[in-house]
């Protein structure tokens, strides 16, 4: 029997129809997408002007897109206002996400390269039962030695690791920690806070500056610079540190270290969820606010 062989298209000639619907599709879905994240950028809510003003887009057009979301319960429409927001579906998929936010996992490519970056020893803690608890641990090719590895507790007072922590949360249990540790400080240690209000000046301290530093206090010739990871709510859920050698450490808020750690901690808190809504205009020492100049006297944690 005679084989018999597919005709290719003479050169020149049009691309055939099922491959220019494909594309279609892709260029559809994709648009698609562009509405649904512009949406979410601009609160979950907006006109269908507002939206379409954002993508650069006829209203028309944005509207076809609009009306099909609304039909699958990604979108719906407040029948008062006409405005669109996130409908049933979407936030499912949003809680979803949520839920698989790991910051321990989203953070292992930021301590991987804050080690090469900076040739540093470089680690994620995060609130355990006795206090801030490593939970990943990253060393340069020529580590400084230091008695901290994954399942060390740190101190709140004295690591910048635990500043971060009594800077931004509030529990009872851990202000009775950090009271607990300031009674039993040596008076070289106690010499570093303010004698009207260690606690609480320590507090808005590393508010105002969005980092904890600390220089020759955790570890005699050791530094360290450590940043939050905020999750969608706006919580601290882990912080980021980073340590070295003090004669070769900068330290200094917005020097090259700093700004490395900064740059890391915000780019997995977007991956937690942070920022996706009003949280980063609400977060106490977050990026962009200033409410830690605001906080009164704690004269009580003494």
Known sequence: MARTSTPRPAPGAPPEAPARARRQRVQAASTGVAVLKALARLGGRASLSTLAGALAEHPAKVHRYLASFVEEGLVSQDPVTQQYYLGPE????????????????????????????????????????????????????????????????????????????????????????????????????????????????????????????????????????????????????????????????????????????RREAAACSALLGFGAGTASSTTPGAPGNDMGHALEPEGDLR
Request: hydrophobic share 50%.
């Open 90 to 261: 979407a936030i499912l998929i949003g809680v979803t996400a949520m839920r698989q936010a790991d910051p321990v996992r989203i953070a292992e490519p930021a301590l991987v390269r804050l080690r090469e970056q900076l040739g540093l020893t470089s680690f994620l803690a995060v609130m355990g039962n006795k206090g801030p608890t490593i939970v990943r641990f990253e060393e340069p090719v020529l580590p400084v030695t230091v008695n901290v590895r994954i399942g060390s507790v740190m101190a709140l007072l004295w690591s910048a690791t635990g500043r971060m922590f009594l800077a931004l949360r509030d529990d009872a249990e851990m202000l009775a920690q950090a009271r607990a540790e300031l009674h039993a400080a040596t008076p070289e240690q106690r010499a570093g806070l303010d004698p009207a209000d260690p606690i609480g000046a320590l507090r808005r301290q590393v508010r105002a500056l969005g980092i904890a530093v600390i220089r020759d206090i955790y570890l005699p010739g050791i530094s360290a610079i450590a940043a939050p990871l905020y999750d969608a709510s706006g919580a601290v859920c882990a912080v980021l540190t980073v340590l070295g050698a003090s004669g070769g450490f900068d330290a200094t808020p917005d020097g090259r270290i700093a700004q490395a750690v």
